[in-house]
Structures are given as C-alpha cells and as structure tokens.
C-alpha cells in the first residue's frame, strides 16, 4: 500500500510582487519527491561511497571548516523564481546559492530570513555543521530526462556546536527538471538537536520559509536506521501563486496482496492544493482493460485539508498475478484541473486463491559473550518459547564484538538488519515503529505473535539422514507452496544450530549487567559468567557460498501444488554435541533492500529426530486436503488421503485468531480420512481450520453463512 501522504500548510515571511513561491509540506511522506531517488541512505556520504555508486564528492568527508564548495554545474535547465540559472555552490552550514560570486560563508548558527548573512538567489537548510571524520557533501542526479532530479546530500552532518560523537543528520536539497520545483528533503537524524531554516531568498527583502523557522527541527527521529524512505519527510517549493482550484491524489488504498475470489474496494486520500474550499471532484480507476470507472464526489475540503474516499466499483484483479491499476482525481469544483502532476497514482496488488499453512516463527537474536546486557535477552527468547510453540529461535553472536561463537553469516546478517545487541529479526520483518527490521527486546514477543497469526503460502520440511559414527548429514529442504505467493527472488535455507554451548575464557565467559539486580534471573551470577549456558548458537548456514540461501531453486512465480527442495551432504563438527543438534530450514526474499527478505516460514528438526518420511509422502498429504462444504451453515468436512499412519490433530480459529475449537484425533491409519467440523453454535464470518499431520500444518479457510 502506498504511504499516506499529509500535506499541512507553510508561512511565506514576505511576499514581493514579482517574486513568488507557495509551498507544500509532506509530513509524513513515506517517500522521497516524485519516488525518483530510491537509494539507500546509509552510509551515503561515508567513506564507502565512490564514485561508481553514482555520487560526486563536492565539500570532501573530514572537511569542518566553515567554506563553500567549488562550483558546481547544474546537468540540465534549471529556472530559479523564473530566471534560467546554470551553476550553483553549497556552503557547510547548509546554504545553497546560485549566486555563485557571493564570497562571505553564512555562519552556522541561523536566523530568520530574509537575512543580510545569505546571498540572493540562495535555498537554505540554515543551521547545518559538520563535526567529525565521516561529514560530507554529495550530489548526484536521479532519473532520466526530461524528469530528472539533481540532488545535494548533506551527509552525517550535525547541529552546530554539538559533539564530535553520537549525533548526525542527513538532507538533501533538490532541483527537479521541467517542473523547476525545489524540495528539501529530512532523511535521517540521530539524538541531534535541530533548529533550522528552511527556505528561500529571492534576494535582501523576498524569502519563504517554513512556519517553524528558524526553530525547525528534524521530523525523522527514529535512530535514522531506516535506510530507505520509508521515513523521510520532505517540502516542496513551486513557483507562481497558488491555483484557486488543485486536487492532489495524494494515497490510494489497496492491499499488496489480496484474495481474487474477493472484489478489492478502492479507496484512497485527495489533498485539495488550491485556494478555494473544494465542493466537488471526480476519481477514476482504470486497470489493464483500460476501462474507465468514474464517480463524482460532493465535499466541503478547505484549502490544504484531505478528504478520505471509497470508490463504489470494486476491482477485481487475475488470481496468480500482479495486477496495476491507475487512479486520478479530476474536476475540482467542476472544472480544469490547472495542475496535472499530482493527480494520478499507480497501484499494484497480487492475487492468490486464500489458501494458506500455519506459519512457524524464525526468531534471530544477536548476541555475543562481551555484550553485557545480552544475559537478559536470553531470558526474554526463553519466555517467547515457553508461551509460543510457534517460535523457532535462533542465536547469532555478533552485532556486539565477536565471540568463540561468531561465524561469518552471523556477522552478515548483523550488518544487513541492524546494530548492537540484544536485538533480533522476527522473520525478518521491519515492523511499524521500529527503525530496522533487528529491533530491541521489548517487542520481540508482540512481534513473533502477530507474525504467528499471519497464513503463508508455503510449507517447508526437512528430510535426510544422519550417521552418528561418521556424523556424515545428509539434509533435504523442501518447500511445498498451496498457493501463490507474491513472485520474487525465493530462497531456501539451512541453519545448523547446537543448544547449550558452554565453553572457558573469554569468548564464552558471558558479560552481566544484571549480576547486583535484585530479582533477575542472572542477578548473583558474576560478571561475567563463567560457563555461561548458551542457547540456540547458530554453527553453520548452507548454502556455503551464500548466507542468504540458495538462488535459482524456487521460481520466481511459484504456482499452487509446486514443489521445490535442494539437499546439502556434509559432515557435522566433532566439535558440537549431536544430542543438541537441530536443523532449521526456512523460506525467505531476497531484495537489495534488506527491510524486504521476509521468511515466509520455517521448520526446526532435531537431528536426532531427522525424518526418515518421504518429501513425496508429506506433500501429497498436505495437498489432498479439502474442505466441502465452503461455504456451510452447518456442517463442514475436512477430507484428507494419509499415505502411512500418522497423528492427526484439528485446530479451528475465528478470524481475530481465538480459539474456537479442537480436536486431537490420534494416530490415524493410511487411507481417506474424514473430520467432521459442527458449526451450528459458530456465529457468521471467516474461520480458519488447521489439520496438523506428523509434524506439518495446513489451513483452509471456512466460511460460515447461515
């Protein structure tokens, strides 16, 4: 779904009669201007960037002292307040001038403007200062003509005055062809006090800045781990006055994935960005077809206020793919919209047919023995295991130092998803409110069980073999999908994991914060711990080649019914105890952005219990399942084929994942089996039943219509 997009009114400080900008502010904008700029933000501006990651260095990293940059060449036509400028240089406390002669450095403490201090023709992020090693200006231009952007990135800068550790904040400042627009563009901003101007000078008596100069601070205060847009904030400066009638379609509403047997109402958010109150206006949605469905709308929208729509015609997009459609706002107050480029968005949906497996939990705690806090997140993974058996948990030592335990995937998997410890990934995700997808320990059990309600596509087993005299392991992956599941780069994965690893010195010796807290579970144990118990270490991850999985093994668009597995030979270490040995085999996106590598599901198997049942047995089983009648009113079957004995169990659950009815059926016999569902005392709605065979889970949905 498309983040929702606010727009809030802005100040103009002065107002000449040949001179004019209006502005709009995108608080929260979830993506950067026009989404041309999709980079990731960090390190941008470090000492990793080079050129052949598209950016020129123009004030160079380390650089601290009050100056301009060189001049610098705008890379196609750029107009400022209607006149044709080609050249532009940036001071390092945040000024940019095309007055290219101007030869007095603005300080970096700020005012309000207009200000004698700032040379005319100048676009001002007033109150920037570079402090340590790692500060720097960068540009680069975005797109492709005639809609591109030139950006000037302000990189690990900070607040004047501030320390030389500990904060940093990054901006950009944007000159966007044809439109002649400009954006200041909020990224990224870590514990640094802000107080800024963000503006315009025409020249010593014209200037528009934002309501809140010269006090404005950063917005995006998350830690700044976000790398992607997903945070950012930005405003937006357009020449001219503002139209008497604009309507922006600002969001539309449609899920990312839905079900096709469903009809997708279509809704979203129109911003009105003219001067007059908006009364009336039109949205049309069209998809592949190219058929427009338009409804008119009455409203009483103020200058700059939103208004939520639902469009009466539902959608209904082609089971198994994505499908597009475009929405466009017209007709405000019945005539001409003046300004066209903000009224259309594209959206895209994916559509499977509901069904769905029970989803298993891969929980990844980093964590490491010098990590001195790290004692109690092994409690908190402890008490996420004891209350939800649909946890897999999994410890990385790493994202803290290393230990006697550290392996290099783990140190990957630190550097994709976060920083410090204790921190852990729940499938992976980057969940609302979190800065990155490892998040800290207050929220690891909330997360993993709203992950654990989520249906997934797919199943994953592990069969193989396992010789304890020559600890020679054979591992078969298998993932089984029941339906389709949103295309991508899929992969499968093996993680060797050994519990209760003890070991001496100091890269076992456990480091305790808590050894003087009075009431916790490690208070008394010394600091550090000496044979400190560590659980779930991570030992090894197959494929050896790649720590996030095997490439090229799932298709990209796995249809219901498929199967796919890879099987890895190798020798287990001597070195681990085979008694606490488990194999974890998973399903997980890869994507250059690390916030999307979601696991769809997982499976942990004792080594010692390593299935010996044939992938063929399990998934014919899983498949043959069926559920008739669906919709009931009274009585529903579930019909399934066993190809050899096995324990049967029957969990059914309302839509808001209550518990609604069990049933443990024991060892059946191979054959047709049948298990009767009595919905009579079940009210109207969606159910979700799950069989559970041996040690797989399926589920269908139930509809219950009396």
Same mark, same amino acid.
């Given at each position: 779904?498309?983040?929702?997009?606010?727009?809030?009114?802005?100040?103009?400080?002065?107002?000449?009669?040949?001179?004019?900008?209006?502005?709009?502010?995108?608080?929260?904008? $979830?993506?950067?201007?026009?989404?041309?700029?999709?980079?990731?933000?960090?390190?941008?501006?470090?000492?990793?960037?080079?050129?052949?990651?598209?950016?020129?260095?123009?004030?160079?990293?380390?650089?601290?002292?009050?100056?301009?940059?060189?001049?610098?060449?705008?890379?196609?036509?750029?107009?400022?307040?209607?006149?044709?400028?080609?050249?532009?240089?940036?001071?390092?406390?945040?000024?940019?001038?095309?007055?290219?002669?101007?030869?007095?450095?603005?300080?970096?403490?700020?005012?309000?403007?207009?200000?004698?201090?700032?040379?005319?023709?100048?676009?001002?992020?007033?109150?920037?200062?570079?402090?340590?090693?790692?500060?720097?200006?960068?540009?680069?231009?975005?797109?492709?003509?005639?809609?591109?952007?030139?950006?000037?990135?302000?990189?690990?800068?900070?607040?004047?005055?501030?320390?030389?550790?500990?904060?940093?904040?990054?901006?950009?400042?944007?000159?966007?062809?044809?439109?002649?627009?400009?954006?200041?563009?909020?990224?990224?901003?870590?514990?640094?006090?802000?107080?800024?101007?963000?503006?315009?000078?025409?020249?010593?008596?014209?200037?528009?800045?934002?309501?809140?100069?010269?006090?404005?601070?950063?917005?995006?205060?998350?830690?700044?781990?976000?790398?992607?847009?997903?945070?950012?904030?930005?405003?937006?400066?357009?020449?001219?006055?503002?139209?008497?009638?604009?309507?922006?379609?600002?969001?539309?509403?449609?899920?990312?994935?839905?079900?096709?047997?469903?009809?997708?109402?279509?809704?979203?958010?129109?911003?009105?960005?003219?001067?007059?109150?908006?009364?009336?206006?039109?949205?049309?949605?069209?998809?592949?077809?190219?058929?427009?469905?338009?409804?008119?709308?009455?409203?009483?929208?103020?200058?700059?206020?939103?208004?939520?729509?639902?469009?009466?015609?539902?959608?209904?997009?082609?089971?198994?793919?994505?499908?597009?459609?475009?929405?466009?706002?017209?007709?405000?107050?019945?005539?001409?919209?003046?300004?066209?480029?903000?009224?259309?968005?594209?959206?895209?949906?994916?559509?499977?047919?509901?069904?769905?497996?029970?989803?298993?939990?891969?929980?990844?705690?980093?964590?490491?023995?010098?990590?001195?806090?790290?004692?109690?997140?092994?409690?908190?993974?402890?008490?996420?295991?004891?209350?939800?058996?649909?946890?897999?948990?999994?410890?990385?030592?790493?994202?803290?130092?290393?230990?006697?335990?550290?392996?290099?995937?783990?140190?990957?998997?630190?550097?994709?998803?976060?920083?410090?410890?204790?921190?852990?990934?729940?499938?992976?995700?980057?969940?609302?409110?979190?800065?990155?997808?490892?998040?800290?320990?207050?929220?690891?059990?909330?997360?993993?069980?709203?992950?654990?309600?989520?249906?997934?596509?797919?199943?994953?087993?592990?069969? $193989?073999?396992?010789?304890?005299?020559?600890?020679?392991?054979?591992?078969?992956?298998?993932?089984?999908?029941?339906?389709?599941?949103?295309?991508?780069?899929?992969?499968?994965?093996?993680?060797?994991?050994?519990?209760?690893?003890?070991?001496?010195?100091?890269?076992?010796?456990?480091?305790?914060?808590?050894?003087?807290?009075?009431?916790?579970?490690?208070?008394?144990?010394?600091?550090?711990?000496?044979?400190?118990?560590?659980?779930?270490?991570?030992?090894?991850?197959?494929?050896?080649?790649?720590?996030?999985?095997?490439?090229?093994?799932?298709?990209?668009?796995?249809?219901?019914?498929?199967?796919?597995?890879?099987?890895?030979?190798?020798?287990?270490?001597?070195?681990?105890?085979?008694?606490?040995?488990?194999?974890?085999?998973?399903?997980?996106?890869?994507?250059?952005?690390?916030?999307?590598?979601?696991?769809?599901?997982?499976?942990?198997?004792?080594?010692?219990?390593?299935?010996?049942?044939?992938?063929?047995?399990?998934?014919?089983?899983?498949?043959?399942?069926?559920?008739?009648?669906?919709?009931?009113?009274?009585?529903?079957?579930?019909?399934?084929?066993?190809?050899?004995?096995?324990?049967?169990?029957?969990?059914?659950?309302?839509?808001?994942?209550?518990?609604?009815?069990?049933?443990?059926?024991?060892?059946?016999?191979?054959?047709?089996?049948?298990?009767?569902?009595?919905?009579?005392?079940?009210?109207?709605?969606?159910?979700?039943?799950?069989?559970?065979?041996?040690?797989?889970?399926?589920?269908?949905?139930?509809?219950?219509?009396?």
């Amino acid at each position: 779904m498309k983040k929702i997009i606010t727009c809030l009114a802005v100040v103009l400080c002065s107002i000449s009669a040949f001179s004019q900008y209006y502005f709009n502010t995108y608080n929260p904008a $979830g993506i950067n201007p026009g989404g041309v700029n999709t980079d990731p933000e960090q390190p941008f501006g470090a000492a990793g960037v080079t050129a052949a990651d598209g950016y020129t260095s123009i004030v160079a990293n380390g650089t601290t002292t009050l100056s301009w940059s060189p001049v610098q060449t705008i890379p196609f036509s750029f107009n400022f307040d209607g006149v044709a400028v080609t050249q532009y240089k940036v001071s390092t406390s945040g000024v940019l001038t095309f007055t290219t002669t101007a030869s007095t450095v603005p300080a970096h403490a700020n005012a309000t403007i207009p200000n004698a201090a700032i040379p005319d023709k100048s676009i001002l992020i007033w109150g920037l200062q570079p402090i340590s090693g790692n500060d720097g200006i960068i540009t680069k231009t975005h797109g492709t003509a005639p809609n591109r952007q030139h950006w000037i990135n302000f990189a690990s800068y900070s607040a004047p005055g501030a320390s030389a550790s500990g904060q940093w904040t990054y901006w950009g400042i944007v000159l966007e062809e044809g439109s002649d627009n400009i954006f200041i563009a909020d990224l990224r901003t870590y514990t640094t006090p802000l107080t800024l101007t963000l503006g315009i000078q025409v020249d010593a008596t014209t200037a528009f800045q934002i309501a809140t100069a010269p006090n404005t601070p950063s917005f995006v205060t998350n830690g700044g781990n976000a790398s992607d847009p997903s945070d950012n904030v930005y405003y937006e400066f357009i020449q001219g006055l503002r139209p008497t009638e604009d309507i922006e379609l600002s969001d539309v509403n449609v899920p990312a994935a839905v079900n096709a047997s469903n009809p997708v109402t279509v809704s979203g958010t129109i911003v009105n960005k003219g001067s007059s109150n908006l009364t009336s206006f039109d949205i049309i949605w069209e998809d592949a077809s190219g058929t427009a469905n338009s409804q008119s709308y009455t409203a009483n929208v103020a200058p700059l206020a939103s208004y939520t729509f639902t469009h009466s015609t539902t959608w209904s997009p082609t089971l198994g793919q994505f499908s597009d459609i475009k929405v466009y706002s017209s007709n405000p107050n019945g005539v001409i919209d003046p300004n066209n480029t903000n009224d259309t968005l594209s959206a895209r949906t994916f559509a499977n047919s509901g069904t769905s497996i029970s989803r298993n939990v891969l929980l990844e705690e980093f964590t490491t023995a010098p990590c001195q806090f790290c004692p109690d997140g092994a409690v908190v993974v402890e008490q996420i295991l004891a209350s939800n058996p649909a946890v897999i948990a999994v410890g990385e030592h790493a994202c803290f130092g290393t230990d006697a335990m550290t392996i290099p995937e783990a140190s990957t998997y630190c550097s994709a998803f976060g920083s410090g410890a204790p921190t852990a990934c729940v499938d992976r995700v980057q969940f609302p409110g979190e800065s990155s997808v490892a998040h800290g320990r207050g929220t690891w059990a909330a997360n993993a069980t709203s992950q654990a309600a989520l249906a997934t596509p797919v199943s994953v087993s592990l069969t $193989g073999s396992y010789n304890s005299v020559n600890r020679s392991t054979t591992v078969n992956v298998s993932a089984n999908f029941v339906d389709y599941a949103i295309p991508g780069d899929l992969r499968l994965t093996l993680f060797v994991v050994e519990d209760s690893v003890t070991g001496s010195g100091t890269g076992y010796n456990q480091s305790n914060a808590y050894n003087t807290q009075a009431g916790h579970p490690y208070a008394g144990a010394g600091n550090p711990i000496v044979g400190f118990v560590h659980k779930h270490v991570l030992r090894d991850v197959y494929p050896t080649n790649d720590a996030w999985g095997v490439a090229n093994v799932i298709a990209t668009n796995p249809a219901p019914n498929s199967t796919y597995d890879t099987s890895y030979t190798f020798t287990m270490s001597s070195a681990w105890k085979d008694n606490d040995i488990s194999l974890v085999g998973f399903v997980s996106y890869f994507n250059v952005n690390t916030a999307q590598r979601e696991v769809l599901n997982s499976v942990e198997v004792s080594l010692n219990n390593l299935m010996t049942t044939s992938i063929s047995e399990i998934n014919k089983d899983i498949k043959s399942l069926n559920v008739y009648p669906n919709p009931t009113a009274d009585i529903a079957n579930v019909v399934f084929d066993l190809s050899k004995a096995a324990p049967v169990s029957l969990i059914v659950r309302d839509i808001a994942g209550k518990e609604v009815m069990s049933n443990n059926l024991g060892v059946l016999n191979t054959g047709v089996q049948r298990i009767t569902i009595n919905a009579e005392n079940l009210s109207n709605g969606i159910y979700f039943a799950t069989v559970q065979i041996g040690t797989e889970f399926v589920t269908r949905k139930i509809a219950i219509n009396k």
